[in-house]
């Protein structure tokens, strides 16, 4: 959605898992869907984009781009903060009882 927010033609989209290891072989498929598609160039995440800009070294018959994203929180600081305490705590000691 927020790309479609921004006014971008999407034409289509591919989802990897999330620490997914990027190959030459993962962009040549990627290129090879935008070609068929009539892509100007691939969107990625910037998370993504440090995983996949040493393998565009080679030529490639597609420009890639990253999207910055940035998250804003509308909740209270402290709730928030509490929230993400408590699920932290959650994960590192399972089966306490937390505030």
């Known amino acids: 959605n927020t790309v479609k927010d ?3 033609n999407l034409l289509g989209s591919q989802v990897f898992d999330d620490h997914h290891h990027y190959t030459n ?11 068929r598609l009539g892509a100007d160039l691939a969107l990625t995440t910037q998370k993504d984009w440090t995983k996949i800009a040493s393998l565009l070294s080679g030529e490639r018959n597609l420009s890639f781009a990253f999207l910055v994203v940035e ?4 909740a209270e600081e402290e709730e ?12 590192i000691f399972p089966g306490e009882i937390q505030k």
Do not use: H, P, S
Request: net charge positive; charged share 15%; proline share 0%.
């Open 80 to 91: 928030l903060r509490a929230l993400i305490e408590n699920t932290l705590a959650v994960k």
């Open 25 to 35: 072989g993962c962009l040549a498929e990627i290129c090879g869907q935008a070609q």
């Open 6 to 8: 921004l006014g971008v």
């Open 71 to 74: 998250i804003r929180f509308q």
